[in-house]
């Protein structure tokens, strides 16, 4: 009996470039709370108020956040105090 080749999708024209939708790339509600380290209902009411993080919506039920966009929107909301010195790269400032 001869194996079927798993298919992959193609992208439409155009959007070669751009991450599928179904991929690591895209978090679960629960993946992206950790993620944003918040409560699920933080992003539930959120969503409700149309503010927040972007987000993808399969049907009624089934959200997906791509985590590209929660780095963006994380990065977004930074705040950095005036008499701060500059951070290297990667580097953690101790507190205390």
């Known amino acids: 009996m001869a194996k079927a080749k798993a298919s992959v999708p193609i992208p439409p024209m155009g959007q ?7 991929s690591a790339w895209c978090l679960t509600d629960p993946e992206a709370t950790a993620f944003l380290n918040l409560s699920r209902k933080t992003l539930y009411f959120w969503r409700r108020a149309k503010k927040g993080p972007p ?5 009624e039920r ?4 791509l985590r590209s966009d929660l780095e963006a929107w994380q990065m977004s909301h930074r705040v950095v105090p005036e008499n ?6 990667g580097a953690l ?3 205390g």
């Open 16 to 22: 070669e470039d751009k991450p599928p939708v179904n």
């Open 55 to 59: 987000y993808v919506r399969y049907g």
């Open 62 to 65: 089934a959200i997906r956040y």
């Open 84 to 89: 701060a010195p500059p951070l290297k790269h």
């Open 93 to 95: 400032r101790r507190v």
